[in-house]
Structures are given as C-alpha cells and as structure tokens.
C-alpha cells in the first residue's frame, strides 16, 4: 500500500482550520477600554516604620459602552522611579457601562523607605518641584474573552 504525497498536505490543513477559526474569533472580541481609577479615601489599618498596611477606597470609571464584571484588581505605584506600593482589590464587584462603582482595595506600602531614598537621590541638588508618578497594573476580568486590561498611567506630583 502506497501513501499518496498529498496526504500530508491535506492533513495539515484539517489541523490548520481549526487554528484559523480560533484565530478569527479573537478578532471578534470587544476591544475594552483601560479603566480610569481615582483615590476616593485612605485609612492605616496598621503598620511601623517599615511597613504600612492602609485600606484604600477606589473608584473606578469604565469607559465602555458594557458592564464589565471585575474579579480583581492589582497594580503597583511609583514615585519618582521609586516604588512606594502594591494593591489589590479585596472582592469581586461590577463596573456598569459608562458607569462606575466603588470597592476597596488592600495596599502595602513603604512610605519612610521611600521618602528616604528619594530624599538622598535629591541631596546636594535640593528638592524638586515636581515628582513623576506611575500607576501600572491589570483588571482581572470574571467573564469574557478577552480576560485581562492592562492599565499603565502616568502624571506628575507637586511638591511646592
């Protein structure tokens, strides 16, 4: 029995379909928006000189023209190229379309570490005006295809 040349060929090609159908359809997903998050209040719920363990409300504004059901939210926080701190959200909430909802999120932070490091970068050039800072980090999604959002946002802090 003889195998024909084009057989390997046509059994590429029923593996290939399938990938292109995947393919096709995560083209078909909606595109969404990074959210907008906005410091609504901050309370210590404990901490020493090392270390501090705040609750920070957050608001979070979706842009999106659906309801996007969010399974957690992480992200970290520089100053001035330093790291000040790390969240992330305690419990599943919902964001409405074009809408917004509020939700807590746990932060650990260093904040005299970082005041010092950055008070020795300044030392002998005086202190800044102004400090950058970033926001980077990704909304976890309950549902969908597209399971992730990544947000990364920047601006700067003034100090006089």
Known sequence: MRLSAALPARLAWIWALPLLGLTGCASLAPKLEPPKLTVVGVELVSG?????????????????????????????????????????????????ASGSADFDMNVTADLAGTVLRLMDRARGKG???????????????????????PFDETGTLRLR
């Open 127 to 149: 202190l800044p005006d102004a400090l950058t800072y970033r926001l980077r980090g990704e909304v976890k999604l309950a549902q969908g295809l597209a399971r992730t959002i």
């Open 48 to 96: 020493d000189l090392l270390q501090q363990r705040f609750k920070a409300r957050m608001r979070v504004d979706n842009p999106n023209d659906r309801s996007v059901k969010v399974r957690s939210i992480s992200y970290t926080l520089t100053l001035g190229g330093e790291e000040l701190g790390r969240g992330l959200s305690a419990a599943a909430f919902d964001i409405p």
